[in-house]
C-alpha cells in the first residue's frame, strides 16, 4: 500500500471513529436523560462536543468526498465539450480548487492563530476554540492534495462523479 492508500485509510479510519463517537455520545446523552435528575445534568457537555465533532467530521472528509467524484458539481458544459477540450477544463478546474483551497487554509490557519492569541475557551468542554478552528486548516489542505492529485493525473476523481459516463469510467 502506497502513501496515498495510507492516507485514505487514515482518513477514513478518522472519519469512522468520529462519526461513531458522535453517535455513542447522543445515545449516551438520550439515555441520560430518560434516567433525569443528576444524570443528565452532569452530561450537558455532549452537545457541544457532538457539534465539535461534526466540525471534524465535515473537513476531515472533503478529501474522501472530491476524490470519489461526491463534491457538487455543475458538469453538464464539460461532458459536453470534445474529449480534449474536457481534459483542458478538469485541469484548469483542479488548478484553480488547489489554489483556492490553499488560499482558505491559508485564511483559516490566520483564524487558528487569532483565536488561540485571543485564549478563548469553549463553555462546557473547556477547550481552547483556536484547536477547533484546526478543522478547517486540515481539511482544505486535504482537498488540495486532492486536487493536485487530480491535476497530475495520480487520481481520476472526474470518471468517479455520479452520472459519468460510461466512457468516462472506463478510462480509469
Given at each position: 500500500?502506497g502513501?496515498?492508500?495510507?492516507?485514505?485509510?487514515?482518513?477514513?479510519f478518522?472519519v469512522?471513529?468520529v462519526?461513531?463517537s458522535?453517535?455513542?455520545?447522543f445515545?449516551?446523552?438520550?439515555?441520560?436523560?430518560?434516567i433525569?435528575?443528576?444524570?443528565a445534568?452532569?452530561?450537558?457537555w455532549?452537545e457541544?462536543a457532538?457539534?465539535?465533532?461534526?466540525?471534524f467530521l465535515v473537513?476531515?472528509?472533503l478529501?474522501l468526498?472530491?476524490?470519489?467524484?461526491?463534491?457538487?458539481g455543475?458538469?453538464t458544459?464539460r461532458r459536453?465539450l470534445p474529449?480534449?477540450?474536457?481534459?483542458?477544463?478538469?485541469?484548469?478546474?483542479?488548478?484553480?480548487?488547489?489554489?483556492t483551497?490553499?488560499?482558505?487554509a491559508?485564511?483559516?490557519l490566520?483564524?487558528t492563530?487569532?483565536v488561540?492569541?485571543?485564549?478563548?475557551?469553549s463553555?462546557?468542554?473547556?477547550?481552547?476554540m483556536?484547536?477547533?478552528y484546526?478543522?478547517?486548516?486540515?481539511?482544505?489542505?486535504?482537498l488540495?492534495l486532492r486536487?493536485?492529485l487530480s491535476?497530475?493525473?495520480?487520481i481520476d476523481?472526474?470518471?468517479q462523479?455520479?452520472g459519468?459516463?460510461?466512457?468516462?469510467k472506463?478510462?480509469?
Amino acid at each position: 500500500m502506497g502513501p496515498l492508500g495510507l492516507l485514505r485509510r487514515a482518513e477514513r479510519f478518522f472519519v469512522v471513529t468520529v462519526f461513531l463517537s458522535m453517535v455513542a455520545l447522543f445515545a449516551l446523552n438520550v439515555l441520560g436523560r430518560e434516567i433525569g435528575g443528576e444524570v443528565a445534568s452532569r452530561l450537558t457537555w455532549i452537545e457541544e462536543a457532538v457539534r465539535l465533532l461534526n466540525i471534524f467530521l465535515v473537513f476531515g472528509a472533503l478529501g474522501l468526498a472530491l476524490e470519489r467524484g461526491r463534491h457538487v458539481g455543475i458538469d453538464t458544459l464539460r461532458r459536453r465539450l470534445p474529449p480534449r477540450a474536457q481534459r483542458l477544463a478538469e485541469k484548469i478546474i483542479d488548478a484553480l480548487g488547489c489554489l483556492t483551497t490553499l488560499y482558505l487554509a491559508w485564511l483559516a490557519l490566520g483564524l487558528t492563530r487569532f483565536v488561540l492569541q485571543t485564549g478563548q475557551r469553549s463553555p462546557t468542554l473547556d477547550v481552547p476554540m483556536g484547536w477547533i478552528y484546526a478543522a478547517p486548516v486540515a481539511g482544505f489542505c486535504l482537498l488540495s492534495l486532492r486536487y493536485a492529485l487530480s491535476f497530475f493525473s495520480v487520481i481520476d476523481r472526474f470518471s468517479q462523479a455520479p452520472g459519468a459516463s460510461d466512457a468516462e469510467k472506463g478510462a480509469s
